[in-house]
């Protein structure tokens, strides 16, 4: 499978993330929730960079930077594919990856204005249900 560029990456140039960033970390998430399993190859850097209107140069960095942490490989005259590695992450350690830096900044604002463990898990419990 490979993804389609124009529905499986949005860039945004207000967000103050680097765009770079943004690209590897949709493409982390789309790892981490199964949408890309192993073996599975990317779309081009031509493809990407020109989907989103990037440098293609963006998107290259991107993918070294992916390529040099062990999420994805070069297939030599293929492109890029997500890597199958024995003791790599699992899909659940990925997510966990993926949402603590959220969840990190959250517990810091709890503890700010006061808020119990109880408290906060209460509120996330409610507002998770009312996503449902």
Same mark, same amino acid.
């Given at each position: 499978?490979?993804? *389609? ?13 680097? @765009?770079? $960033?943004?690209?590897? *970390? &949709?493409?982390?998430?789309? @790892? ?14 031509? &493809? ?8 293609? %140069? ?9 390529? !040099?942490?062990? $999420?994805?490989? !070069?297939?030599?005259?293929?492109? %890029? ?16 990856? &993926? @949402? ?6 959250? @517990?810091?604002?709890?503890? &700010?204005?006061?808020?119990?463990? /109880? /408290? ?5 419990? !409610? ?6």
């Amino acid at each position: 499978m490979v993804l *389609d560029p124009k529905t499986s990456f949005s860039i945004s140039t207000s967000s103050g993330v680097p @765009i770079y $960033r943004q690209i590897m *970390d &949709q493409i982390k998430i789309h @790892i981490a929730s199964g949408r890309l399993k192993e073996n599975d190859f990317l779309p081009s850097v031509r &493809q990407i960079a020109k989907e989103l209107e990037v440098n293609p %140069m963006t998107v290259s960095k991107a993918y070294s930077l992916l390529e !040099t942490a062990g $999420r994805i490989e !070069t297939v030599r005259g293929q492109g %890029m594919r997500v890597r199958s590695v024995e003791g790599a992450a699992t899909p659940l350690q990925d997510r966990n990856e &993926q @949402i603590a830096p959220l969840l990190k900044e959250i @517990i810091g604002k709890a503890k &700010q204005i006061s808020l119990s463990k /109880e /408290e906060l898990i209460d509120t996330i419990r !409610t507002l998770w249900e009312d996503q449902q």
